[in-house]
């Protein structure tokens, strides 16, 4: 699933460690909070996956349970995560925006 290092000061932007899905490799990439346009819920039969939408890129994570993806959006929309890691292989992933992000149960706005 997906680690989330967090800090007490809200701030501009997080690290994200994850698997990048055209390049079949493990990338990194800096996501300012202000560049994201969107962010999806999307529940899976084993778990609930977070889409953060950006210009450039897509960012995918899973959480096992509702009651984490609650507690990680609440982060998100704080500012407060610092740092987005995988502790499974592939449980975070980056696409290109090109690639349409998958339909989606609910629509958080940032605020920003």
């Known amino acids: 699933m997906t680690r989330l290092t967090i800090t007490e000061e809200p701030g501009e932007e ?3 460690r ?3 899905t055209v390049a079949n490799t493990d ?6 909070y202000e560049d994201v346009s969107q962010v999806h819920v999307l529940p899976d039969r084993d778990s609930f996956t977070i889409q953060v ?6 960012v995918e994570m899973d959480f ?3 009651e984490k ?18 502790e499974a292989p592939c449980s975070v992933r980056i696409t ?17």
Not at 99 to 112: A, C, R
């Open 14 to 16: 997080f690290v994200v």
């Open 18 to 20: 994850g698997h990048n």
């Open 27 to 32: 990338d990194d990439e800096i996501v300012f």
């Open 53 to 58: 939408v950006t210009a450039d890129f897509v």
């Open 64 to 66: 096992p349970d509702a």
């Open 69 to 86: 993806i609650l507690e990680a959006l609440g982060l998100f929309e704080e500012r407060k995560v610092l740092e987005v890691n995988f």
């Open 96 to 112: 290109p925006s090109a690639s349409e992000p998958s339909e989606s149960s609910d629509i958080v706005t940032l605020p920003g």
